[in-house]
C-alpha cells in the first residue's frame, strides 16, 4: 500500500542546534500534516501544508510542501529539551483515509 | 486536552479473550477515527465513522469492528485477542468527514494502551 518514508528514524541533538526531517512519498499528495507525539501522549497537529511550495512557520518549526508535491521538510529553530517526541508526517490519501510516516524520534540534551 | 476521551487508558487480557474500547469525540465532531500504533511503528489507520455511518476502512481485521453510536461515541471491538495485538490504540474526532482538508483537523485522544498476555 502506500507509504510515507520518513527520515532520519531517529536524532540525538544538543539543545539550541537546528533540527530538520523530512518525509518523501511515491505519490502526490494534496495536503501534507506534520504531528508531534509527547510522549504517553496522542499526536497533536504542528503544521498543515495545503499548496505546492506553501512555506508555513509555526512558532520555531517551518514546514515546507515540495514543488513535486511528493515530499515536505520540517525545520525546527534553536531546539529546547520540550521538543523531545516523534514527529510523524501524514497526509490523505484515497478520499477519506489518513496515512502517517514511522515517525522522526527526536532527542534533546539539555 | 484535545477534548477527545478514551476509556480504559489502561487494559491488560489474556489471548483468545475480547475488549472494547470506548471513545468520545469533541464536541460538535462528527467524525471518530481509529488508529493502532504499535511499538515503534507509526499510526496504522482502522476505521472511521462520520455521524453513525462508516465511512473509510484501513487495514482493520476482522476480529476487529467498530461502531458509533447516535450520541457520536465509539466503540471498537477487538475478539480472539492476539499477542500481536497488544499496542496503542488511538481515537481521533473531526469536524467533517474530509480529513486533511482546510477545515478538517484531525483531533487525538490520549490512547488506549493494550497488553495481551
Known amino acids: 500500500g502506500q507509504q510515507l518514508n520518513q527520515s532520519p528514524q531517529s536524532m540525538f541533538i544538543q539543545e539550541g542546534e537546528d533540527v530538520s526531517m523530512n518525509c518523501t512519498s511515491s505519490?502526490?499528495?494534496?495536503?501534507w500534516l506534520w504531528y508531534k507525539q509527547d510522549p504517553g501522549e496522542g499526536p497533536v497537529l504542528l503544521i498543515a501544508?495545503?499548496?505546492?511550495?506553501e512555506l508555513t512557520s509555526n512558532g520555531r518549526l517551518t514546514a515546507q510542501f515540495g514543488i513535486t508535491r511528493k515530499d515536505s521538510f520540517l525545520n525546527i529553530s534553536a531546539s529546547i529539551p520540550s521538543d523531545v517526541g516523534i514527529y510523524f508526517c501524514?497526509?490523505?490519501?484515497?478520499?477519506?483515509?489518513?496515512?502517517f510516516g514511522a515517525g522522526t524520534r527526536l532527542f534533546v540534551k539539555a | 486536552d484535545s477534548g477527545v476521551t478514551q476509556t480504559p487508558k489502561h487494559l491488560i487480557t489474556a489471548t483468545g479473550q475480547r475488549v472494547t474500547l470506548r471513545c468520545s469525540p469533541r464536541s460538535g465532531d462528527l467524525s471518530v477515527y481509529w488508529y493502532q500504533q504499535s511499538l515503534d511503528q507509526g499510526l496504522q489507520f482502522l476505521i472511521q465513522y462520520y455521524n453513525g455511518e462508516e465511512r473509510a476502512k484501513g487495514n482493520i481485521l476482522e476480529r476487529f469492528s467498530a461502531q458509533q453510536f447516535p450520541d457520536l461515541h465509539s466503540e471498537l471491538n477487538l475478539s480472539s485477542l492476539e499477542l500481536g495485538d497488544s499496542a496503542l490504540y488511538f481515537c481521533?474526532?473531526?469536524?467533517?468527514?474530509?480529513?486533511?482538508?482546510?477545515?478538517?483537523?484531525?483531533?487525538f485522544g490520549p490512547g488506549t494502551r493494550l497488553t495481551v498476555l
Open positions: 505519490s502526490i499528495f494534496n495536503t
Open positions: 501544508l495545503y499548496k505546492a511550495g
Open positions: 481521533a474526532s473531526s469536524e467533517g468527514d474530509l480529513p486533511g482538508t482546510y477545515t478538517d483537523t484531525q483531533y
Open positions: 501524514a497526509g490523505p490519501f484515497g478520499g477519506f483515509k489518513t496515512i
